[in-house]
């Protein structure tokens, strides 16, 4: 059975105004956070700065995708009255979305475990393994919704989206073990803060197939619509933004526990919260002595200690 597409809604003014919006709210909102984790990299040790440097990354890309996002909104509808009835470049308005999350996804898995303790060639198993299901939940839900009969057809959605849903699982998982390896490693703070940024994203993840599921259970109209442009735009934020700032928090916390336990060093005082949590420790100097335990660094294989 087919269904219609969602993207060829012939749109009412307010309805046209609330996605233009979203996606411009989405925009700003990666923007800040990108401007954030660029002015604060210096904050966090080399230890944990790939995961500020994905979060770099992935925000680069999202930007970028709601700016084409908002360009095929802007192209793919013309004003008609009182309505904007869709045009041939309306069917980007989802299409582009798929493109970001194909690479967003699989960096959002890698901010995590970068402050996760799994170390070693587990850690470069886990990450392997957990950026291929992220990549293949999505193209293989962009198969469905976008591919086949161009997401029209009712069994083709269903079909792909559980299949999308297997790697899905997969990633709860694999992520909530690495998690819950790696919280007896690190302080209350950093730990607290941990599972509150695996919460927030593992949370926003099960939006995603709720509003792909849309399709498969109404038929969508303009009011549906909006609210899968909006529902995706509000996840994107919650999953790339706010996981972002609580794992540039841990970063911070596991930077200061490392100065404080002597395991690392690092040029600046850490920060966080207004509160002071270690202070300026420059390294060694060569040929001078080394405090006791400065030179120790967490274990290569399995999940490494405090």
């Known amino acids: 059975m087919d269904t219609p597409m969602p993207e060829l809604q012939t749109m009412p003014l307010g309805l046209y105004d609330v996605v ?17 984790s660029w002015n604060s990299l210096d904050e966090v040790s080399p230890r944990y700065r790939p995961s500020v440097l994905a979060g770099l990354c992935l925000s680069g890309v999202a930007m970028l995708a709601y700016v084409l996002l908002y360009q095929d909104w802007d192209s793919g509808f013309r004003l008609e009255g009182e309505v904007y009835v869709p045009n041939e470049e309306a069917r980007n308005t989802l299409g582009t979305r798929y ?13 995590l475990l970068a402050v996760c303790s799994v170390a070693g060639a587990a850690a470069r198993r886990l990450r392997f393994t957990t950026m291929a ?21 009712t069994t083709a959605l269903v079909v792909w989206g ?3 849903t297997a790697f899905f ?9 690495a998690v819950r390896a790696s919280l007896p490693t ?7 803060s941990l599972r509150n940024a695996t919460i927030v994203l593992l949370s926003s993840f099960g939006v995603y197939p ?31 933004v706010g996981f972002g700032v609580l794992t540039h928090k841990v970063a911070k916390l596991r930077t200061a526990e490392d100065v404080v336990s002597g395991v690392d060093t690092h040029p600046e005082a850490v920060w966080s919260g207004n509160v002071q949590k270690s202070e300026a420790v420059l390294p060694a100097v060569r040929g001078a002595s080394t405090p006791a335990g400065a030179g120790r660094r967490p274990g290569d294989e399995g999940v490494s200690g405090r």
Do not use: C, H, N
Not at 133 to 153: H, K, N, P
Not at 186 to 192: Q, V
């Open 133 to 153: 299901a992220a990549f293949l939940m999505i193209v293989t839900g962009y198969m469905g919704s976008q591919v086949l009969s161009e997401g029209r057809d």
């Open 162 to 164: 559980l299949i999308s």
């Open 169 to 177: 699982v997969y990633l709860y998982v694999a992520l909530i073990g």
């Open 99 to 111: 493109i970001d999350w194909s690479v967003t996804v699989p960096l959002l898995t890698v901010e």
């Open 20 to 36: 233009q919006l979203a996606l411009l709210g989405a925009f700003f909102a990666l923007f800040a956070y990108f401007v954030y």
């Open 186 to 192: 690190m302080g209350a703070e950093a730990a607290a």
């Open 210 to 240: 709720l509003v792909y599921a849309v399709p498969v259970f109404v038929d969508v109209t303009p009011a549906w619509f909006t609210g899968m442009q909006v529902g995706y735009s509000v996840a994107d934020v919650v999953a790339k």
